[in-house]
């Protein structure tokens, strides 16, 4: 016989963990089916921004309730999760980036959100002294900032476990069904059923959604990191560039991380994830650029994780439109970990309320039916 709940997840990555405590606050019986265990790729293995800085305009208001989660972290998952608000900043390096930075600030604002500043030369002098010289102003978001990402993964999965939910490892889902009103899911070893399903996959979430009858064109992609020695501290804030890829922090360490949006290979049909050192060259490029003192620093490790990129470089989140008692939430493209607390939020609110906090409209699924799906 399954194994009965009210509500499924497929994906056990901070997404899907973050509904599930939603849920199991709100009182549902949840089961979490995870392939591999939570943070094996995208949640854990990402640069860990936390940041309303540069979003998708769709994507603000859902970045703006989540900082306000993050500012007290502890109280959702029992952990700070190595959040600091050490502001994050996006360099412009000629007058022209400088100019569509103003225009963006100025866009925000007639929208009612203020969180972006730009700034002139001196004032981001003042706050990377270190930066190159050729810099010329910024957009500067104070009370952003970067949290560790595998502590905050198993934070997640730590309180959501405590709260009741079960969550079960090397579940891989090999079929999806109706049984009547419910949903049945096979996996290679069990059977689970609920009226109520999930879709939380990451790079695979499109598989799972044709299960059900969605589709939605995914681009599996690996973006690659990679962490330098310690060096004496030269920077506070995380850096980004307008004109470049670019993701750049040091930590408490000495240590400097670098990543961006270089990819390497990825293989979602064989579970991996592989780093190339063409695009980490490209990357340690662009940091000697910007800080030439780094020249001589050595690289001492690097990875990747298989990530979802969809071609309009915003999730989908929202209702299955095949079916009903169906939702989902994947395709970060790079930027869901700031995300995660509000997304599971909203499809709480979703599954037990009929209708969200805030706008996703933005996130249908059927906004890809006229795309070839990949």
Not at 101 to 118: D, I, K, N, P, S
Not at 182 to 199: C, G, H, I, K
Request: proline share 5%; aromatic share 6%; with cysteine.
């Amino acid at each position: 016989m399954p194994d009965t709940s009210d509500v499924i997840i497929v994906g056990g990555g901070l997404h899907g963990l973050s509904t599930a405590i939603h849920l199991a606050k709100a009182g549902l019986n949840t089961v979490v089916l995870e392939k591999d265990h939570p943070g094996r790729h995208a949640s854990g293995v990402n640069a860990g921004g936390v940041r309303r800085l540069g979003r998708h305009l769709a994507e603000v208001p859902l970045s703006v309730a989540a900082l306000e989660v993050w500012e007290n972290i502890d109280d959702f998952v029992g952990d700070d999760c190595g959040f600091s608000a050490c502001g994050q900043i996006q360099i412009a390096e000629t007058e022209a980036e400088l100019a569509q930075q103003a225009a963006r600030v100025e866009e925000l604002r007639t929208l009612g959100f203020e969180h972006e500043r730009l700034i002139d030369q001196a004032a981001l002098r003042q706050i990377v002294p270190a930066l190159a010289r050729h810099c010329v102003g910024a957009i500067w978001c104070p009370e952003d900032g970067a949290a560790n990402p595998y502590r905050t993964t198993q934070a997640y999965f730590r309180t959501a476990r405590s709260l009741g939910v079960r969550v079960e490892l090397g579940a891989a889902v090999a079929n999806i069904e109706r049984a009547g009103a419910d949903w049945q899911v096979r996996t290679v070893r069990d059977s689970f059923q609920a009226p109520v399903l999930v879709n939380t996959a990451g790079a695979w979430g499109h598989r799972v959604g044709r299960m059900i009858g969605d589709d939605a064109p995914v681009e599996p992609a690996a973006p690659m990191l990679m962490i330098t020695e310690r060096v004496e501290p030269f920077i506070t804030p995380v850096l980004g560039a307008a004109g470049r890829k670019l993701s750049f922090k040091q930590y408490g360490n000495g240590t400097v991380m670098i990543g961006g949006g270089q990819r390497g290979r990825a293989v979602p049909e064989r579970n991996i994830a592989e780093t190339k050192l063409a695009g980490m060259g490209n990357s340690a490029a662009t940091v000697k650029a910007l800080f030439p003192q780094l020249g001589p620093v050595n690289v001492v490790r690097c990875w990747a994780g298989i990530e979802a990129i969809m071609p309009d470089v915003i999730p989908v989140i929202g209702p299955s439109k095949a079916a009903a008692g169906a939702y989902h939430a994947f395709g970060f493209s790079g930027h869901g970990f700031q995300l995660s607390p509000i997304v599971g939020r909203l499809l709480c609110e979703l599954i037990t309320e009929g209708k969200s906090s805030l706008p996703i409209e933005a996130f249908a699924i059927d906004r890809f039916d006229n795309v070839q799906s990949s």
